[in-house]
């Protein structure tokens, strides 16, 4: 019989102990460790067959070729976008994203443009649903192939030989959470489960030549569940982001062996399934009615792309001994730091005020360019005065009130020209060539600067 002992598994980064610890080593994370009982024979476990190596895998960097094959196209532009132009085989894709957002839908529609394009074998497997269920969504989704084959198994043993005999060039596990190794002594779900379960069918991806897409349900705080390792055992890391009472949903990517990281893809849920969106600055721009103070419009970059987007704010007597600071789509710690850089630099007081930001659309608002256009919407609620709808604003803000330089200006710049904007307001210096748009550029150097443009010094209040 093998031998048994205890080991205890940080459930963020994958560290193990002998002995329980209230704090990873590692990691530096608190209350992370789980327990896991192994058998002496897992260690060998995770051996690769030498017969599947080629005797020459050192080679000089100069006579490594590169990849032969095509990568393999979607037909989603928006997610074809997200991968960096489709993908190659041999490729493993973890999606992870909250229960009911969408995983399935999206990568049911995948399977079906695969086959329809390619005209080879894809297998589905469902560790959770049934199916009935599955049947059900591909027929709303109109969804009908010959090619398409629908396992319901969470054994991995069960289905890896469907797999070696269908040959399928693309693979999806729905989900990796539920699938278990019957050689692993632990249930679904757990560190170790997930751990072998994902590096075997990764190997098997490598081996066989197929993509292998596998879901993953994500916790409260918005990481994969499970252990943090299985971001580095995979070569694409994509989150599925949105409202599951909302229509739009946002694909990004956190990590890409093949592309660029940051990309992110914009879809819209209907009743037939997930359809991208063409232009996706129109969700996030005012709708050109009801123009009120307190309303700015500003150039993000998300990956290589510009978006136009429009942020909020609203300023409110406060009734409460401390001022509430309210933030959607905006870091809450953002907002406090502005605005204590607009009390010192334009002695306004907010001390009496709530001040609540918002981010419209449901995009989430993270590199620096967008302090600027914040700053401005919340001064804009405060003086009661509106900027125009036709108005762009670019630029990250110092803790002394000046107006830093941004990354990629001269594209965020091209793409408000082209959606009809009249004027934009960059930070001082920061174009490097003229323009040929039919657009009005207006250089700012401080916070301050931004103030006089559009707003009375009279209107200040202290």
Known sequence: MAKKKTVYFCDECGFDSVQWLGKCPQCKSWN?????????????????????????????????????????????????????????????????????????????????????????NVIYISAE??????????????????????????????????????????????????VFDPAVPSSPGTITQVREVAFKLSQMAKEEGFIL??????????????????????????????????????????????????EIGVFEMREEGLRHIANPSSIFLPDGENITPGRVTVAVMEGRRPFLVEVQALTNKTSFNNPLRRALGVELNKVSLLLAVIERSLTLNFAGYDVFIKAVGGLKLQEAACDLSLCLAIISSFTMVTISPQIVVIGEVGLGGEIRK?????????????????????????????????????????????YDLFFEPASRKS
Not at 48 to 58: C, D, L, T, V
Not at 220 to 249: C, I, N, W
Not at 422 to 448: C, H
């Open 32 to 120: 992370t460790f789980k327990e896991m009982t192994i058998t002496a024979g897992d260690k060998g476990r995770r051996r690769i067959k030498a017969a599947s190596r080629s005797k020459e895998f050192i080679k000089p960097l100069s006579s490594i070729k590169r990849y032969e094959q095509e990568r393999i196209l979607l037909d989603h532009s928006e997610l074809d976008r997200v991968l960096g132009g489709g993908l190659y085989p041999h490729t493993t894709v973890l999606l992870a994203g909250e229960p009911g957002i969408g995983k399935s839908t999206l990568l049911l529609q995948a399977c079906s443009t695969v086959t329809e394009t390619y005209g080879k």
């Open 129 to 178: 649903e049934s199916l009935e269920q599955i049947r059900e969504r591909a027929q709303r989704l109109g969804i009908c192939s010959d090619n398409i084959y629908i396992v319901q198994e969470n054994n991995f043993d069960e289905f890896t030989q469907h797999i070696q005999d269908l040959q399928p060039i693309l693979v999806v596990v729905d989900s990796i959470q539920a």
């Open 213 to 262: 897409f596998l879901i993953g349900h994500v916790t409260k705080d918005g990481v994969v569940a499970g252990p943090r390792t299985l971001e580095h055992m995979v070569d694409v890391v994509v989150y599925f982001e949105g409202d599951r009472y909302q229509s739009l949903r946002l694909i990004r990517t956190v990590k890409n062996r093949y592309g660029a990281t940051g």
């Open 406 to 450: 941004v990354q990629r200006l001269e594209s965020r710049i091209k793409e408000a020209a082209r959606l009809g904007f009249k004027q934009v307001v960059v930070p001082k210096k920061n174009l490097k060539e003229k323009l040929t748009q039919d657009i009005s550029v207006r250089e700012v150097g401080t916070l301050a600067d931004a």
